[in-house]
């Protein structure tokens, strides 16, 4: 039985996950989820040992350990460090096999990733300088409408007839917001309609790689409702989600991970291949 | 003045380093110290004629923009916000008097905010001599050599005028001649690079490099000697990571950390155009003859190609596949300046070019001020762990 684990450090929570390969399957056994806080380093072996106790097993039985997220570097136990693009490619191939294309919308970044059969990057693209279409936008949004951001979602699907936002800055949205609230306009339809406007750019964003079919949604934007139909609406094409697309960076590091496990096996080393040496 | 750099070949790396930070100039102000009286020409990017400059004795300077150095409080009044760093931090440069040690400044057509800029600044400081070089446009036929020949002739005009010097033919092969061996000083680095990558990174090569610009070319060749003298006996680590060219940086230049960022996630640079290596020319200008038809057929047939120099004899996106092939580079990074109108259009063609030969690139925009590079980072990271995985 070989064990491997993904962990994937970010901004708000540290996210852990163990696969297992019995030679015959690859199985996800174990997810934890942790508050990174202030000690980035403290959580990401906090995650890790939480995963291993989930599963059932000690931490030295983990053949290999790849870390991502923004914390990646600060995973001293690990053996390398991958990005949370190519781990998310990973992850939602090994989520929904079908994907060819990953959209990402996290707190404060906004990504689209097209993939190639085995879950490989083939390209990518990012947002720039701009929170347009993260969750920090739609944060702010949230704020001007004294709303939570768990209630935004499906508060915005009763909207009708949404609104048309002049600008999607994260900054001046809020005068949108409150212009259209003063002339009366419903709640629902200001925010059925901030979400369109996010909506198109994520997709122009996303349409600098080639968008094609089957898309997968991950990062904690998935969990908006309102946001994933109003992509829905501008894509025309429904978005696989999965109930742990939040894991979905852990998972494709783990699945590195496992790769470099049973490389090292056949090569009869049993501590897999080394790690990339990318330092100076 | 930095007449000899640090016996320590690290040292001298970060000497250089520091002199491209320094915006008072250092180097020029011990050279007019040194030399009373002799004028100093300040030339925008790229395929300035240094050696009409020289040979009038004056020293020529690259101007580079201020990098991250400056805050800009003159120069967002005047363009708009789609104009790109380098054009607004040389404004800025000129109109807080940090181009003071200047006699004069020189532009050519390189692009239309190039071309304003020049008259923006004259607008603004109407005190220091401003030149513009019409560089020509079709490659062919010889009528652009006349052409070429005819403008430098006024350039020379108006630069003897400046200097109380004249410029002779044998002043002008003599430049022709020091220029000549600074170009093959710097190919010889570019190729030590290109096949030992591990013992000369490209940020150290990029600052022994740009750090030319701020000195007489005769210092420079000494640095560059000193430097080859001792690299072969310079050990370096190793690292997993592709190979690359890295395209698009040939006028406004990106942070220093950004080029080490690039190297630290995992591409070794194997050939590049940033400043288009000042090394302009493919080979020697011809030094017996006519010297000014000479550096005009040099730069119309000779010069390294460029997207603000347009020769439709020899595409440039045929050039960057040959330049991949020689480098025996796996991908393309495009390192482009923000709104550079001319390395985006180009990155149309070349990426075109690219996709049919399958080779896979990177697109990267940057801009002259940036403190953290983590995003770069990770995009570098994702890209080399696309090929390194794959």
Redesign the interface.
């Known amino acids: 039985m070989r064990y491997a684990a993904g962990v994937d450090v970010g901004s708000t929570q540290t996210k852990a996950v163990i696969m297992q390969d019995d030679g015959h399957e690859k199985k996800m056994i174990a997810t934890a989820l942790v508050d990174t806080g202030a000690n980035v380093q403290k959580a990401g072996g906090n995650g890790f040992a939480a995963a291993c106790k989930e599963a059932g097993i000690a931490p030295e039985q983990v053949g290999y350990v790849v870390g991502t997220g923004y914390g990646r570097y600060k995973i001293q136990f690990g053996n390398t460090q991958m990005t949370e693009i190519s781990c998310h490619a990973r992850g939602a191939h090994f989520l929904f096999p079908n994907t060819r294309t990953v959209i990402d919308m996290g707190g404060q970044d906004s990504k689209a990733i097209s993939i190639g059969p085995e879950g490989n990057v083939l390209d990518f693209v990012m947002n720039d300088k701009c929170a347009a279409g993260t969750g920090r936008f739609l944060g702010n949004a949230a704020d001007v409408l004294a709303m939570s951001l768990d209630d935004m979602g499906p508060f915005s699907l009763k909207g009708k007839n949404p609104v048309k936002i002049t600008t999607v800055c994260t900054v001046f949205v809020e005068s949108d917001i409150l212009s259209y609230l003063a002339q009366g306009k419903k709640a629902e339809d200001v925010l059925s309609g901030v979400n369109l406007a996010i909506a198109r750019r994520t997709v122009s964003l996303a349409r600098r790689v080639p968008v094609e079919p089957a898309i997968t949604m991950t990062g904690g934007v998935s969990r908006n409702v309102g946001m994933v139909k109003a992509l829905e609406d501008v894509l025309g094409v429904t978005l696989q989600i999965s109930p742990l697309a939040h894991f979905a960076g852990a998972i494709g590091a783990a699945m590195y991970a496992l790769e470099k496990v049973n490389e090292g096996s056949e090569a009869g080393n049993g501590e897999g291949a080394h790690a990339a040496n990318r330092g100076n | 003045m930095m007449e000899v750099l640090s016996p320590n070949i690290e040292r001298t790396f970060d000497q250089c380093a520091e002199l491209l930070r320094d915006l008072t100039f250092p180097t020029v102000a011990a050279w007019k110290q040194e030399h009373p009286g002799a004028k100093v020409i300040g030339y925008f990017p790229v395929y300035a004629p240094s050696e009409i400059i020289h040979a009038c004795g004056m020293l020529p300077v690259a101007l580079h923009g201020a990098g991250d150095g400056l805050e800009l409080q003159h120069a967002d009044a005047r363009f708009g916000s789609f104009i790109c760093s380098i054009v607004k931090s040389t404004l800025e440069l000129a109109m807080t008097d940090r181009l003071a040690q200047m006699d004069g400044l020189l532009f050519s057509t390189i692009c239309d905010s190039a071309r304003n800029l020049a008259w923006v600044i004259k607008r603004n400081q109407p005190g220091i001599y401003v030149d513009f070089l019409h560089l020509p446009h079709n490659p062919n036929g010889t009528a652009s050599h006349h052409f070429l020949v005819s403008e430098y002739r006024r350039l020379i005009g108006h630069l003897e005028e400046l200097s109380g010097n004249k410029v002779t033919d044998e002043a002008l092969r003599n430049s022709i001649a020091i220029y000549n061996e600074n170009r093959r000083l710097l190919s010889r680095l570019y190729d030590f690079r290109m096949e030992h990558p591990e013992r000369l990174r490209t940020w150290e090569l990029y600052v022994l490099m740009r750090a030319g610009n701020f000195v007489p070319v005769e210092t420079h060749n000494e640095w560059l000697r000193g430097v080859l003298e001792e690299l072969p006996g310079r050990s370096g680590?190793k690292?997993?990571?592709i190979r690359v060219v890295v395209e698009g940086s040939f006028c406004e230049q990106p942070p220093l950390d950004l080029i080490k960022v690039m190297e630290?996630?995992?591409c070794t640079i194997a050939d590049d155009d940033f400043i288009l290596g000042r090394r302009w020319f493919n080979a020697d200008i011809p030094v017996e003859g006519d010297p000014l038809m000479n550096m005009a057929e040099s730069y119309q047939d000779r010069s390294v190609y460029s997207s603000v120099r347009h020769d439709f004899r020899n595409p440039r996106h045929k050039q960057l596949l040959e330049k991949v092939k020689h480098a025996k580079a796996q991908a393309v990074v495009f390192l482009t300046a923000k709104f550079c109108e001319p390395a985006c259009f180009d990155y149309v063609l070349f990426k075109k070019e690219l996709e049919a030969a399958k080779i896979p690139h990177l697109p990267l925009?940057f801009e002259e001020k940036a403190y953290t590079f983590?995003?770069f980072r990770?995009?570098v990271?994702?890209f080399?762990?696309?090929l390194?995985?794959?």
């Open positions: 680590k690292r997993d990571a630290e996630a995992g925009e983590d995003r990770m995009e990271e994702t080399v762990e696309s390194l995985f794959e």
